[in-house]
């Protein structure tokens, strides 16, 4: 039988079958001691499997995953339980949605660009959501028009709402529509009060950000996957601090920033980092406004920080 896993809690596993039966599962041992499998979660929200229904107990609705289908593609990032392990976010998406904040929290234009290149290194197109802004004054109105036309000029979708005001809602609901959609962010950025407009009655659990720190609150532990009322699927995540990258070499990372890519073959080298190289037309475009300079040293920033996880 084949189901589709909607919740993940390390070992147990949430599956809704295509007629709307739902199953608690657990995996077979065989998925545990693969070597082939280098996640930390050989499993993941969004996965096909198939299952064997535990029919000694019609009531108790458990079952066994057997078989893992083929992903069409998935979301990765480095685990927070071990640099060199990763960690599958979710699987067979449609597309990104990460939930951004310019204050309570802020969200950095490093976690942004990090995202946004673990989506195009999977050919899934990311849509940036600006949350709260009821709280934003004329700075953060201006900090905000900037970035908006930074990411839209590369070719993003960038939108403005607030949950708590249930203003932009219906948009949301347009982009989501239809489609299997990871959800990201922060914790505290609002997801959840995000989530709760799109879906009246589930009621997630919503915390303030923390007044001390600036930091906000976790309130979702596992990633969990919800029916949208219109139609699609919607998969939200735990809040992230940061997203490390995974599976990307370091002469592969400038073909994920999108505004760098035609200039790629005019470089002289094939092989160029777009560092010290000479003949580097990544570094004249940036020279010459053509690409923006603080993405240039966001793509070195993690450039950097893939060449330490390699070396």
Known sequence: MQATVYKSTGSWYVVKTATGETFQARMKGIFKKNDDITSTN?????????????DSDANAKN???????????????SSPH????????????DQAMLICTIKEPRTSLGFIDRFLVTAAA???????????????????????EAIEALYTEIGYQVKLISATGKEGIEEIQAILKDKTTLMSGHSG??????????????????????????KGLHTTTF????????????????????FGIAEIEKTELSH????????????????????????????A??????????????????LESIQEEQY
Not at 189 to 214: E, Q
């Open 42 to 54: 050989p499993i993941a929200v969004g996965d096909i499997v198939e299952i064997e229904p535990d």
């Open 63 to 77: 079952a066994m995953i057997t078989a893992i289908g083929e992903r069409r593609n998935y979301i990765v990032r």
């Open 82 to 93: 071990g640099r060199n392990k990763k960690h599958i976010v979710a699987a067979n998406l």
């Open 122 to 144: 999977y050919h899934i197109p990311a849509i940036l959501v600006f949350n709260k802004k009821d709280i934003y004054k004329a700075r953060e109105m201006e900090l905000f």
């Open 189 to 214: 950025v609002g997801k959840s009060s995000l989530i709760n407009d799109l879906m009246p009655g589930l009621d997630l659990r919503t915390t303030a950000v923390s007044g001390w720190s600036g």
């Open 223 to 242: 990633a969990e996957m919800y029916d949208l009322p219109g139609g699609g699927c919607l998969i939200d995540t735990p809040g992230v601090r940061e």
């Open 256 to 283: 994920y920033f999108l505004e760098m890519v035609p200039f790629l073959p005019q470089c002289q080298f094939n092989n160029c980092l777009h560092l010290n190289e000479p003949g580097c037309a990544v570094k």
């Open 285 to 302: 475009a940036v020279e010459a406004g053509d690409i923006d300079p603080e993405r240039y040293v966001s793509y070195a920033t993690i």
